[in-house]
Structure formats: structure tokens, C-alpha cells
């Protein structure tokens, strides 16, 4: 436990918690709009620029290279209000965790190309780890990149990368080491892992669409990587040691898709609450005086407050520079507290919205699949169960 435990925010947390709320207000009138954009999945040039603009996308990044240096926990507290009023972050999340890993790993010359741009909105990024063969068995990727000279050879294929056609370049995992060679040196599967700067136009990179079967305003895609040439000062961090960086880039990822669901619980829980206080069916009574009613959403805010506290304290830990590995469980165990919150609180909120909650308007249904994609996405319940048996409880690996 920390030895000065304060349980308020200081000002400039409260600060960015203030300005998302002014600058995004102007949205809570345009849904309709929002809405379509989501449907479509037309990325919202505008909002994105907003989140830019209150310095979102400057808070993992330094001074020196144009960011305001605020930190995870304030950057936490400015997804879970974006969340909170109704409002979907989307690229933000990539591009924020993309920044992180650049900060700690990228060489001068990469940051320097890429942070400031970041920093003001003009550089937007996505993230390519997931194959259709490997899943969330990221060590056994086929997507292989050869050495050759100054520059490596990429090929093969990802999917489920989201925002392809927005983003200006990926931060992409592949196998520079063979799996089978990786297996007989020191760090066996780790080893081998690469990760790298790729323009999304490089040449010999092509992509397809993956028609989902809800949308939320940006397009997921397949891509196909044949003989993508990547310059070697493209490699983020050093080649065949990317399982390293990559964690810099993941906890973040973890910790914000925690305030991202904690958000939208907030929002349901808020939504809720007051339908309930003023629906009257039988009589004079609002539906909120039924204990049917009222338990399962006092039960639904208690467990908010609880993942809500988890999620801080990981985004702490993240910014007092704990040591990555108890970071992760911290983040994991927030991303993992945070959707289940979510997905009842979602629930719950559908229930006492009785049919409304289903109409196009209200949008809960939509929420509903935000909610349970958390679930899965970025890392799934099961892993997360999985990796803290392992690692805080020192259980044998099954897998
Ligand atoms: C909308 C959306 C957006 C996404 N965006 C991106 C993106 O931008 N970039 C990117 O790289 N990826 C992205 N993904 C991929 C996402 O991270 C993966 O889908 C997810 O990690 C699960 O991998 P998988 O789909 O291959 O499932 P699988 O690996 O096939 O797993 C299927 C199920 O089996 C379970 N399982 C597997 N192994 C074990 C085990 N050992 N123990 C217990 N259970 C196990 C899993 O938990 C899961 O429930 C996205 C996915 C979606 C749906």
C-alpha cells in the first residue's frame, strides 16, 4: 500500500475530467448524427480533433516532443468521461497505447517523427498483432519479417485491426525469429518478437474489409502483407525483443479499455436511475421504490465504484513506473473488473428501460455491444484469468 493513500484527484486531474466534459457537450445535442457515423463507420474527423485539441492525445507524450506529459491516470480520467457522457473514444485508444510504446522504446528519430504529429491530432495509429491462426496464441504469429540488409521483408497476414483506412501507420507485431529457433534460446517463445513503424499505404500491403455484425464507427480489416519493405530504423525497441515493448504499448491498452467500460457503466447506471425515479406503471409509484428494481442497480453501482477504484489505482501504478509485469496484473484485473461491470450495468439499465431500452434512440442496444465486446477485446476474460492464476498465484500453466 502506498504510504501517503489519497483517494482525491489534484487539479489538473480534475482539469482534464472538466475540459473533455466542455468540449464534448456540444455532442450530447447531435446523437442523431453520431449515431449514422457509428452505423456507417465514418470516423469522426471532428470529435477527434476535440480529443487532440483538450490534449488527450498529449498526455503519454512528453514536453519534448509536444505532449503535455499528464500521464495515464489523467488520460484514464478523460476516457471514463467520454464514457460516461454516452460518447465512444475509438482510434483513441490505439493511438494512445501506440504513443506509449513509441515514448519508451521508439529511438530519438522515431519520436521525433511521430510524437508531435501524435500529439496535435495529425498522426493517427493502429495496432496489427492478431492472425487468424494464432489468436490470442500471439507466440505462434506466422506474419514473419527477414532481415535483409538495412531494411526487413514483411510477410503474411492479420486481422481484426481496426481503423486501418484512418490511421497513417501501424505499430505491427511479426516474427523475426522462427518460432522453432526462438524455442531453443533462452527466452523460448518470447524471443523473436519485432515490433515496427509501417506507413498503412506501404506498398505490397493490401487489406479487406471484415464485415462485423454491429459497428461503431470505424471498419475492422484483414491485411495481407506481401514483401512489405520496412526500413530496420523503423523497429521500435531492439529486433527479436518486442514481447518487451509490446507490453508498454498493452498495459495502457488494458487500462483505458477498463475506463472506456467504466464509463459506459457510469452512463447506464445514470440513465437507469433516473428513468427509474420518475416511470410510474401502477399507480403513483416509480418503478426505482420495487426492490426487483432497485437492488440489482444499487448492486450494479457498488461493483462500478469497486472496478472504478481498480482502474485508478492501475493507472497509478502505471505512472509511478511500477515494475511492468505487476502493472500488467493490475491493468488486467481492471479491464477485467470493468467489462463485467459494464455488461451488468448495461443490462440493467436495458431491464428498466422495459421496450424503450431497445428503441434506436436511447441507444442502450448499442451499448450493449460496446459492452460485451470488452469482454473479448483487447484480451479476453479467460486470458485474464489465466495470467493471474500464473502469475500472482503461481499456478501450474495449462496451455
Ligand atoms: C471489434 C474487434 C476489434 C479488434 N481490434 C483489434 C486490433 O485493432 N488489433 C489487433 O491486433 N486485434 C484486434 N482484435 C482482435 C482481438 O484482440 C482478438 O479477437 C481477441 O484477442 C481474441 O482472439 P481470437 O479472436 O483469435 O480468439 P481465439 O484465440 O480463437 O479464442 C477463442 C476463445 O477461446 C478462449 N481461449 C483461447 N485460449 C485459451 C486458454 N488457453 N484458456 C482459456 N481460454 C482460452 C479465448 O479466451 C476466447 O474466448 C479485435 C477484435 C474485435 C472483435
Redesign the pocket.
Known sequence: MPENLNFSLNEEQRMVQQAVEDALQPWLSRRDELREMARTNTFNDEMWQTFADVGLLGCLIPEQYGGNDMGLLALTLGFQKIGAMGLSSNLLL?TCMDAACLVKNASDALKEKHLPEIATGKQRF?????EADA???TFHMKTSARREGDKFIINGA?Q???GVDVADYMLLVARSTSLKDAENSKMGQYHGLTLFVVPTDAPGLTRQKMP?SFNEGLN?WQLFFDDVEVAADCVVGEADMGIMAMFNSLNPERILAGAIANGMAEYCIDAAAAHARERKVFGDTPIGSYQGIAHPLAESKITHEAAGLMMLKAAWASDQDWDSAKVGSLANMSKFLNADSAIKAVDICLEIHGGGGFTEELGFLDLWNGAR?LK?????R??IL?FVGEWDLGLPKS?
Do not use: D, R
Request: aromatic fraction near 12%; hydrophobic fraction near 45%; include cysteine.
Open positions: 490505439i493502429c495496432f496489427a498483432v492478431t489468436g490470442t496464441n492479420k481484426f485491426i481496426t462485423m475492422q465486446l473479448t477485446a483487447p484480451i479476453s479467460e486470458m489465466n496451455y
